[in-house]
């Protein structure tokens, strides 16, 4: 069951989840070890695989930095669920295959510490603590197909063959 | 219905008589912008998936900026695998160290932009080429490796924000206090996914570093792209620098194309700028800030480190000494010679500061200029997130070069017009 670490701010920006002083190295373990630290500092300790990130508007604003998507990948986040993303982030995330939830009434639906579990495919999330269901727009058919496909390179490769 | 100079890019880059807002298209990609951070992860994953080709080595430009000259072994290493890469694949326009700089600068300087294009990069201030009646872009890592592959990329053609730039600016005030009021009034989201279409009067008294400050910052305010029509002044900007001096496209948005909204700014009024931390868009005029003391002044980067910035520095640096640590880097080695050449580097000498070669570090909290806790610092960059040049607890004040140049010597925020 994934627990929510909720960030009750909007405009989380790509400079917070992975800070450019390491982005000498895209060695996705590497970046994992400061994987939000300039947010919170104890985000890497707390945090368990298959953990999401609940958050406001904008997340992933700034820099085209995958890398801030490998962080949260190699800190094995299971989801970001946002209230909405920042553009270049939003497809980062698609094109790594990792999921980008977005929820407009994301900070009112989910609390700090409440257990999820998520079908991406229905587009809902069940939030256990609270005994709730919650739907949200699943991505458009062709993201969803990139995704499927763990990322734009695998899907290119597989439509080339 | 008419389109959009954004719109009649896409179609003509997608094969299509027309396109509209909101449609998915796959375009083909004129350019390719790589440097040293996010171009070796592309490298790597092509040759993981075994689909290690190049669509067209003559397409790509490279140039290693953000820890140039390396800081350290790690960003060595990158360097080192970027370098090989272009030997093997035999990329034309590849910059290396002292032909390399900042490359948002570098790029239209040595004639690689064209109106027309549909320009990607590795790097979210991609979208400065807009300024060239292009579509330009800032993509990741895997977009950046699907493009080298494959020469085009899908796109979701953007809707635009139409902004009418108006009136004279006052004397002190740049384009630089322009964009930041633009983000200012529409805050850091408030052209998400859009294509900002930059017009009006204003613009004609702008030479391309001017209109490039503006565009460079549009991804500030969550845009896909600025983008600013072609007019005389670009012209000849392009017949001085252009490498392939064959026709390009001109496309112009029709009188009955559809905008979100259109957002007119009476340049005449505004006063010079700040953006306190921790949003660009918290912009304040000059004169509800000045008398906040600083620590470092830092001229130069992909949004102001033009040979126009630094004469703009210069001019108001010259005979003065600097109160705080001043950082000038000239974004080119064209530019860094320029300001040798035309007496800058002396001025900057005497007044105090240091004066670097082209390299994005301090920008980003690299190298070259990095804040210990709780100093502040007045800069020309476009970004003052939490912790972007260095500790997360120090801020970053972003400004014109001529503000950066007054506070640098009064130790404090100052009104540039002071010193004019």
């Not at chain 1, 930095?65 to 990948?73: G, K, M, N, T």
């Not at chain 2, 002292?98 to 932009?113: D, M, R, S, T």
């Not at chain 2, 906040?292 to 001019?315: H, K, P, V, W």
Request: charged share 25%.
């Amino acid at each position: 069951m994934a627990k929510a670490h909720v960030y009750k701010r909007d405009h989380i920006n790509t400079d917070e989840i992975i800070p450019a002083r390491y982005l000498n190295t895209d060695d996705h373990a590497e970046l994992a070890k400061h994987c939000m630290e300039d947010l919170d500092t104890e985000f890497v300790n707390k945090s368990q695989p298959g953990d999401v990130i609940v958050a406001g508007e904008d997340f992933g604003c700034g820099s085209s930095r995958e890398h801030a998507v490998w962080a949260l990948q190699g800190a094995k986040v299971g989801a970001v669920i946002a209230q909405s993303f920042a553009r270049i982030f939003y497809r980062n995330c698609i094109n790594c295959g990792f999921y980008p939830i977005e929820l407009p009434e994301a900070l009112h639906a989910i609390k700090d510490g409440d257990k999820l579990a998520i079908d991406y495919d229905a587009g809902i999330i069940y939030n256990e603590t609270r005994g709730e269901e919650i739907s949200f727009s699943p991505l458009p058919d062709f993201a969803l197909e990139i995704v499927r496909d763990g990322g734009l390179l695998d899907h290119i490769k597989k439509k080339k063959v | 219905m008419g389109m959009t100079i954004t719109e009649k890019i896409f179609a003509k880059a997608a094969g299509k008589e027309s396109v509209k807002a909101g449609d998915i298209v796959n375009a083909k990609i004129d350019v390719i912008m790589c440097h040293d951070v996010t171009t070796p992860p592309a490298i790597s994953m092509l040759k993981e998936k075994g689909i290690d080709t190049v669509f067209d080595p003559d397409k790509i430009v490279v140039t290693p900026d953000h820890f140039q000259p390396a800081k350290d072994i790690k960003s060595a290493e990158l360097h080192k695998r970027l370098d090989t890469w272009c030997k093997e694949k035999g990329i034309t326009n590849y910059y290396k160290l002292g032909k390399a700089g900042v490359c948002h600068a570098l790029l239209p300087e040595q004639g690689h932009i064209r109106p027309g294009e549909v320009i990607v990069g590795g790097d979210s201030h991609t979208c400065t080429y807009g300024a060239f009646g292009a579509f330009s872009s800032g993509i990741g890592s895997t977009d950046l490796a699907a493009a080298i592959a494959t020469g085009e990329l899908w796109f979701k053609v953007p809707a635009s924000l139409k902004f009418i730039l108006n009136g004279k600016l006052s004397e002190g005030v740049y384009s630089k206090d322009v964009i930041l009021e633009v983000i200012r009034q529409i805050g850091t989201d408030g052209a998400l996914y859009m294509a900002m279409e930059f017009v009006g009067d204003a613009l004609k008294d702008m030479t391309m570093e001017a209109r490039m400050t503006i565009t460079n910052m549009a991804i500030e305010a969550g845009g896909k792209s600025g983008i600013i029509g072609v007019d005389e002044v670009t012209k000849k900007y392009l017949t001085e620098t252009l490498k392939d001096t064959s026709e390009y496209d001109v496309f112009e948005s029709d009188g009955d194309a559809e905008y979100v909204k259109t957002i007119k700014i009476d340049c005449g009024a505004l006063e010079p700028m700040v953006a306190k931390p921790h949003l660009p868009s918290n912009g304040a005029p000059i004169s509800e800030c000045a008398g906040l003391e600083m620590d470092q002044a830092y001229i130069g980067s992909c949004t102001n480190g033009r040979i126009e910035d630094l004469r703009i520095a210069a001019e108001i640096l010259k005979g003065k000494e600097v109160a705080i640590r001043t950082i000038v880097v000239p974004a080119t080695p064209e530019i860094w010679k320029q300001c040798i050449d035309e007496g800058l580097a002396e001025i900057f000498y005497d007044a105090g500061c240091v004066v670097s070669a082209p390299t994005c570090g301090a920008c980003l909290g690299g190298f070259m200029g990095i804040l210990a806790e709780g100093e502040r610092c007045v800069s020309t960059t476009n970004r003052n997130f939490v912790g972007r040049m260095g500790h997360p607890k120090s801020e970053v004040y972003l400004a014109s070069p001529a503000t950066a140049a007054a506070s640098a010597i009064e130790g404090k925020l100052t009104d540039p017009r002071k010193y004019m």
